[in-house]
């Protein structure tokens, strides 16, 4: 082509003055794909372009495809890049088939957008990093999302390192696509710069770069390929460090942007509060476990040949105790005859909760101290009764004591109470009987009564201890009735010739469906049961009866 | 295959002896049935499954029409459970090396046995369980799951009247991170009310529980998930009303019974309270049955109190205008208007006409 | 489940030593400290050396109400005054005999105190 471009243009500036001044880069080409005009805006981005020369090799490749696009017919404005920067470009038909292109930059709308979607994807990516790392209150598990979503979201691997023991150290690494793994691991946090710090918490330290090559080999995940980056991030935790977060990248990928930092931070930020969160929870429940250990009711065994079980509802739904407690000392006392009786205690301390919980871990252990002395109850009580005895407080406890032995195929059972309601004793044929053990509460008179009663069971017969949360329990299918003791007369004569464990559960369900969903104090129950022997009838009659 | 059906065979066998031994209370023999079977080469998963599961849905099934009481009920359990212990005293389990579930029942659900051979099952098949059993309230099970991060929870329902809670145990274990297996009676036959109240899988029984468990673990719950997501039809608070006026309801049913039925003034203490009872499982059923928006559950409870009224001796002929005084009282409620309705018309069509006395009283 | 347990205490002085309080409702866990806190105000309020505690109204107390009923025994003591339980209802009583408290809750008193407050 000769190059004219100048003169050409010249004439053309006469034709129409708007065109060379224009703001924007216009370029005007015929059907042929001749440029017929550019102006100084055009010139500037198209500096090889040439009036009568071909637009092809001169202007962006998406401008010529567009330009044949719309000689073709389609008329639509494209937008693309020349150089960094991005335009959209509008076609204006001339009546010869020539079109005029005029430019409009939208590099700065573009880059907008771009941040305001990659931002949006933050966002999301945080709030999803944020209820799924606040759903477990377990370490190990919140360790594990938070490797796992560093490894989706920030690194093609990730670890998360929770502070341990001297060169053990809970760990949690994934590879992104991959499970996760947790272990402990023996590692000196020295080998890698800035864990150390990192997982002291102290001194403060930002993340910091690490060189690939000098990365200790348990920190690289097997056929990982070569690690382009790694940097370690310290977790911040509520006030206390709560580990260190380790991203690697392979060498394909791009290292960290200044922006990326700031985000992996913002992960940091709320991994670190969710791991501290579930580690603080941990450490409460295991000294609530340990404390409540010697609360909690005991699990029960057969004590020689002797049936055992009880069953126990505290009043509220968020405590595990409350003011109700029962125990089976095994072997309490050796009589003269070489005989061994067990003690059984089942008792109620007047109120709720934890409060009430917590005195009954006293008067157990106190009745723990008084075995010895167990074949006297009412010395045993009188002791008890000392030993609660505050001039402040008229809390009091009820408690049943019941020693028993195993005669032959029978139990003899010697019963006394506090001040507890009477035990009962259902025998074989269906009959209920309630043992006369009367005395005095204990923990606030200075004196106490006490008598004792004694009870033979024979295979088959269950003696039932229970507490007035079974008693008093409100509800029906009426709604605001007292369960009473009729009622549960009635429940334990259909019990008569069963395990201890089928009675106390069937007493047990039966209060528990006639309170329903309603309120209800402390629920005990004890029932001491000679076993049946080898050959004996069926259980009661059959059907339901009413 | 051939040695497959000797074993179900064996297993049959063993199952009608051991139900033998249960039904009549004989821990002993009930105990030597089940170790004789285990020491014959019957493999522990079948003896528990096969054998013990077997007889105690036998037990089930013979409460259920009404041939065993509850209390019956209860001491068969009871030898059922003593046996496990002895077999899981005598059986060797795997090193635990597959992962950690935690086994409960829904809260207010009695029967645990289901949820206690699942537990022994899965200890068989190398996991490392925890086995809550039942009356676990939620606030419990919650903390046992942030404390030991189990894998998953099975979770065993066999009251359909206690889905509610279920449905609230379910989204509270999601929401701590652990997805749910749901298994037993109360989630319907094909597993429905599981799906409905947002299990993540749903097993007719234990063994394809463990199946399932054993195949691939659940994938973890993600996003927050939230009941009424589930259930949007609640929005209409029908639930709500029923289960919160259930004692009222109840009584104004059994006032207007007694103004009908002048022989219910009568009848015995416990006449009158099995009556009220009947009652108010009746309306704890109408709730469920809004709850998941099944009239399907409503109608399948009449037609089973139906026939168990009718072994008992019990004229179910108070059944229609019990439901029309339970209409009357909700009759702003359309949905429970609609189920009443179908059920009134379902238990005059099973009663015939309804007449007058018939010449057989209630049963004492 | 809002406070079911209603229990209301309704207040007298019957003259410079003798006070009345009618009690009706449920004497339970949640209510009993309320009964006491009447009983502390009025002691500090006034020289009350005999309370009259009319019991004719309680529908129901447990063994935290029979806790409340011992403390304000305690209280009346403790400034050398006498608590008289009046009306008492028989599931009461009952509770009293089976704690074996009776004695302790309904004719404690000694005699020369009695004297000198009636006198």
Request: glycine residues 10%; hydrophobic residues 45%.
């Amino acid at each position: 082509m000769v190059k004219t471009s100048r003169v050409v243009r010249q004439s053309d500036v006469q034709q129409d003055v708007g065109w060379r001044s224009a703001p924007y880069p216009v370029v005007s080409v015929d059907a042929a794909g001749a440029v017929r005009v550019v102006n100084e805006a055009a010139l500037v981005l198209f500096p090889g372009a040439a009036v009568g020369g071909s637009m092809a090799g001169t202007c962006p490749g998406w401008l010529v495809e567009a330009h044949e696009r719309h000689t073709g017919g389609t008329r639509d404005r494209v937008s693309g890049l020349i150089g960094e920067r991005s335009f959209e470009a509008h076609p204006v038909g001339g009546d010869d088939g020539t079109v005029t292109w005029w430019l409009v930059e939208d590099t700065d709308t573009r880059l907008a957008r771009e941040a305001l979607r990659l931002e949006r994807e933050r966002t999301a990516v945080l709030g999803e990093v944020s209820s799924r790392l606040l759903t477990s209150l377990n370490p190990e598990r919140c360790m594990q999302v938070a490797a796992e979503l560093a490894a989706g979201h920030l690194a093609d691997a990730a670890w998360v390192i929770a502070p341990g023991g001297r060169r053990d150290f809970p760990v949690a690494r994934c590879v992104r696509g991959g499970d996760v793994v947790h272990e402990r691991l023996a590692v000196d946090p020295d080998d890698v710069a800035g864990l150390a710090e990192a997982l002291q918490g102290f001194p403060p330290v930002p993340s910091r770069w690490i060189e690939p090559s000098s990365a200790p080999g348990w920190l690289v995940p097997e056929e990982f390929g070569e690690i382009g980056s790694i940097v370690v991030t310290p977790l911040p935790g509520h006030g206390v460090p709560a580990g260190a977060l380790i991203l690697l990248r392979r060498t394909e990928q791009r290292a960290f942007s200044e922006d990326e930092e700031v985000f992996a931070r913002l992960f940091a930020a709320r991994a670190g509060a969710a791991m501290s969160a579930a580690r603080m929870f941990a450490q409460q429940v295991s000294i609530t476990e340990t404390l409540m250990r010697d609360l909690l009711p005991p699990k029960l065994h057969q004590v020689d040949g002797i049936e055992f079980a009880g069953r126990y509802r505290p009043a509220l739904d968020t405590e595990r105790v409350g003011g109700d407690f029962y125990d089976v000392h095994p072997a309490a006392v050796t009589t003269g005859a070489g005989a061994v009786e067990s003690l059984a205690v089942l008792g109620d301390v007047c109120g709720k909760g934890l409060e009430a919980a917590v005195l009954t871990g006293k008067v157990r252990t106190t009745l723990q101290a008084l075995l010895p002395m167990a074949s006297d109850h009412r010395r045993m009580l009188e002791l008890l009764n000392n030993a609660l005895l505050d001039s402040h407080d008229t809390r009091f406890v009820t408690v049943v004591l019941a020693s028993v032995a195993r005669v032959g195929s029978e139990v003899r059972l010697r019963l006394t109470s506090g001040g507890h309601l009477p035990p009962l004793v259902v025998r074989t044929t269906g009959e209920v009987q309630e043992v006369p053990a009367h005395g005095t509460l204990i923990g606030v008179l200075p004196e106490i009564e006490a008598t004792t009663a004694e009870v033979v069971l024979a295979p088959g017969e269950t003696c039932l201890l229970y507490t007035d949360g079974i008693t008093e329990a409100m509800g029906g299918p009426l709604g605001g009735e007292m369960f009473g003791e009729e009622r549960l007369h009635a429940v334990l004569a259909s019990c008569a010739g069963m395990p201890a464990d089928a009675v106390a559960e069937h007493v047990h369900m039966v209060a528990s469906q006639w309170i329903g969903g309603g309120s209800h104090d402390d629920i005990a129950v004890l029932a001491i049961t000679a076993p049946r022997g080898r050959h004996l009838t069926a259980v009661g009659g059959h059907g339901r009866g009413a | 295959m051939t040695t497959t059906t000797r074993e179900t065979l064996d297993a049959r066998t063993c199952a009608q002896r051991l139900w033998e031994a249960v039904v009549v209370g004989d821990e002993h023999a009930a105990r030597d049935v089940v170790l004789t079977a285990s020491g014959e080469g019957l493999d522990t998963e079948s003896v528990l499954l096969d054998v013990i599961g077997a007889v105690q849905r036998r037990v089930g099934a013979e409460w259920a029409a009404n041939r065993l009481t509850v209390a019956q009920e209860h001491a068969a359990t009871a030898i059922n459970e003593r046996v496990i212990a002895t077999l899981a005293g005598t059986a060797t389990f795997p090193e635990p090396h597959r992962g950690r579930i935690t086994v409960a029942c829904v809260d207010g659900e009695w029967h645990a046995l289901p949820a206690r051979l699942l537990s022994e099952v899965l200890r068989l098949r190398g996991f490392r369980v925890d086995y809550l059993g039942a009356q676990v309230p939620a606030p419990h099970l919650i903390t046992h799951l942030h404390s030991t991060g189990p894998d998953a929870v099975a979770l065993s329902g066999s009251i359909a009247t206690r889905l509610p809670t279920a449905h609230a145990t379910i989204t509270a274990c999601q929401a701590a991170g652990v997805p749910v297996l749901a298994g037993g009676g109360a989630f319907g036959p094909d597993g429905r009310y599981a799906r409905l109240l947002g299990a993540d899988f749903w097993a007719p029984d234990a063994r394809s529980a463990a199946d399932r468990l054993t195949e691939a673990p659940l994938p973890r719950p993600r996003g927050t998930h939230q009941p009424i997501d589930d259930l949007p039809h609640l929005g209409d608070q029908e639930y709500t009303m029923v289960s919160r006026t259930s004692g009222q309801l109840v009584k104004a049913a059994y006032s207007a019974l007694e103004a009908r039925f002048p022989e219910l003034a009568s009848y015995s203490e416990s006449q009158r309270h099995h009556t009220a009872q009947d009652l108010a499982h009746i309306v704890d059923f109408l709730a469920a049955s809004l709850y998941i928006d099944d009239d399907a559950l409503f109608l399948g409870f009449l037609a089973w109190t139906t026939d168990i009224l009718g072994a008992r001796g019990v004229p179910a002929r108070f059944l229609p205008p019990a439901l029309d005084v339970l209409a009357a009282e909700l009759r702003d409620f359309p949905r429970a208007k609609r189920v009443l309705a179908r059920a009134h018309e379902l238990s005059t069509r099973t009663l015939g006409v309804e007449g007058p006395d018939h010449d057989h009283g209630p049963a004492a | 489940m809002s406070s079911p347990h209603q229990l209301t205490c309704t207040l007298a002085i019957v003259d410079a030593h003798t006070a009345r309080i009618v009690v009706s409702g449920e004497i339970v866990f949640d209510s009993g400290d309320r009964l006491l806190g009447v009983v502390a105000d009025l002691l500090a309020d006034h020289p009350v050396r005999r309370l009259r505690l009319d019991c004719g109204e309680v529908t129901f107390c447990d063994s935290y109400g029979l806790g409340t009923l011992l403390a304000v025994h305690r209280r009346l003591d403790a400034v050398g005054g006498v608590l008289h339980l009046e009306n008492r209802p028989a599931a009461l009583d009952r509770l009293l005999r089976r704690t074996n408290t009776y004695n302790h809750l309904t004719r404690s008193v000694e005699p020369e105190r009695e004297h000198q407050l009636d006198s």
